[in-house]
């Protein structure tokens, strides 16, 4: 649920990136009072997770649509809401600037559907009402399934919205509401049930993290390194190896454009767009999550209309047919059809290095954020004493 710059107006994009950087800074402000050295390298692991996790997408079966883990709850759950949203925050803004994954302009939009709904509505309101009695099995499963859903729901309205209110006629609201709802519902359950899968294998690992966070304390003399261990060690086995396995379709959003508009790719004009575009030109160093080619896509396409590619070039037809790479017209078009078809699992080294390289690049934005929310907690500490 990445969304493009061509999706939005300037006027949203500038409102939704003053909201969330105003959360950003309340949330700074909160995560400062609690704060302890253990967050820190939790902070950097859970946003190469979630990272790795992302570059994942599962198909949903008889759409044609895919989706992929947007993380929001988790990280919520296992970090907090302040913290779990300045991770977030981490998170997409290494996909926009390194991977073209998501507009700079849009980054707010992203940032609000994805972060403020989990981390501020659905886990103080559903998900600790659910758990408030106590942590088992059961409530994590079924805490973790309807906040996950009712976050993702959230986020997939605002998406529409934000498309109403920036003037998409492309997109009428009715019929992108009926499409974006049903099939980021389908997201929410199987986003739901990982989230419990991870937030289980951290209670019975080390229950008295869940406890201490959802009470709101530092982690305090708890020790977390097999948490660690094991995070770490499934964030570098998804972004390296099993993003190999990701589907080929479109995400949830792509699906819904596509259905509607009649095509992925919507037309943005105007120099704001092409500034920003220029700027991720600049800074993607592997867009789409591969190694740039001769045959991929200008960067100031993508970013301005396309929300996630798969990284495969597109071959485009003419009246005669598909038109293979020497130019000439292909003589069998059923034989050609199915060469267009993506290999899967697509054993890639471009992304394999994409998912490693950002996993590092997340761990150290968010690390960082924890480090340096702490050490201006001490420099303030020595000015009162």
């Known amino acids: 649920m990445h969304m493009a710059d061509a999706l939005i107006s300037p006027v949203v994009g500038g409102t939704l990136w003053a909201a969330a950087a105003g959360v950003a800074a309340y949330s700074m402000k909160k995560v400062q009072r609690n704060i302890d050295e253990k967050i820190i390298p939790m902070m950097g692991v859970m946003g190469a997770f979630v990272f790795a996790a992302q570059m994942i997408n599962f198909s949903i079966p008889g759409t044609g649509s895919s989706g992929h883990l947007g993380g929001g709850m988790l990280l919520s759950i296992l970090l907090g809401p302040h913290a779990g949203f300045l991770t977030m925050a981490s998170i997409l803004l290494i996909q926009a600037l390194f991977f073209a994954d998501g507009g700079l302009l849009a980054y707010g939009c992203n940032l609000f559907n994805l972060g403020v709904y989990t981390s501020f509505v659905a886990y103080p309101f559903i998900y600790k009402g659910i758990i408030k009695k106590g942590l088992t099995a059961k409530r994590i499963l079924v805490a973790s399934l309807i906040s996950a859903i009712v976050g993702l729901q959230l986020g997939a309205f605002s998406v529409v919205m934000e498309t109403l209110l920036s003037g998409k006629t492309e ?161 069998d078009p059923l034989a050609s059809s199915e060469s267009d078809e993506p290999a899967w699992p697509n054993v890639n080294a471009g992304t394999s290095v994409a998912g490693i390289v950002g996993g590092l690049l997340t761990l150290a934005l968010s690390g960082l954020i924890g480090f340096l929310i702490h050490l201006t907690k001490r420099q303030q500490r020595k000015l009162n004493v």
Request: charged share 20%.
């Open 171 to 331: 997109l009428p609201f009715n019929m992108f509401l009926l499409l974006m709802q049903p099939i980021h519902l389908a997201i929410g359950v199987v986003e739901g049930l990982v989230t419990a899968a991870v937030v289980t294998f951290v209670w019975k690992s080390r229950p008295e993290i869940l406890e201490q966070v959802t009470a709101g304390r530092p982690y305090g003399a708890i020790s977390y390194r097999r948490v660690v261990r094991g995070l770490a060690i499934s964030a570098v086995l998804m972004g390296g190896l099993l993003s190999w396995f990701a589907s080929a379709n479109p995400d949830g959003l792509e699906w819904s454009i596509e259905k509607v508009a009649g095509t992925a790719e919507l037309e943005a004009s105007g120099d704001l767009y092409h500034v920003f575009a220029d700027i991720q030109s600049k800074t993607a160093i592997l867009p789409d999550y591969d190694f740039k080619t001769a045959e991929t896509k200008p960067l100031e396409t993508q970013a301005a209309m396309t929300p996630r590619a798969t990284g495969i070039p597109e071959k485009q037809p003419d009246d005669a047919g598909s038109v293979e790479s020497n130019g000439s017209a292909s003589a």
